[in-house]
Nanobody, 123 residues
Framework: QVQLVESGGGQVQAGGSLRLSCAAS????????MAWFRQAPGKEREFVSA???????SYADSVKGRFTISRDKAKNTGYLQMNSLKPEDTAFYHC?????????????????WGQGTQVTVSS
């Protein structure tokens, strides 16, 4: 059973940066696909980014070129570096993980979720 704990959210002005962390415990995190999803008030949860056990990454079109996903297997931690933040990036961000995921963009593929962290970008 994998437990995930996010941190690093907060409030920032447009154009600013934040780095989210997702600390994993209770499983072989290095073998899992890890992803970030977000949900804004009144909207459905949407895919943000994912990274496979081999380091292959994917991004939503809305964050390409601004966000970077990474993982430190030694620390059992994943990261989402968010630059050039926009007000439309405001949402509750969750990390998710699972061993076999295809495609990585579908939230239903993931069985393990963190509690989430709020990101608020002001204009």
């Amino acid at each position: 059973q994998v437990q995930l704990v996010e941190s690093g959210g907060g409030q920032v002005q447009a154009g600013g940066s934040l780095r989210l962390s997702c600390a994993a415990s209770g499983g072989t995190f290095s073998e899992y696909v890890m992803a970030w999803f977000r949900q804004a008030p009144g909207k459905e949860r949407e895919f943000v980014s994912a990274i496979t056990r081999y380091g292959s990454t994917s991004y939503a079109d809305s964050v390409k070129g601004r966000f970077t996903i990474s993982r430190d297997k030694a620390k059992n931690t994943g990261y989402l570096q968010m630059n050039s933040l926009k007000p439309e990036d405001t949402a509750f961000y969750h990390c998710a993980a699972d061993r076999r995921v295809f495609p990585p963009t579908l939230s239903a593929q993931y069985n393990y979720w963190g509690q989430g962290t709020q990101v608020t970008v002001s204009s």
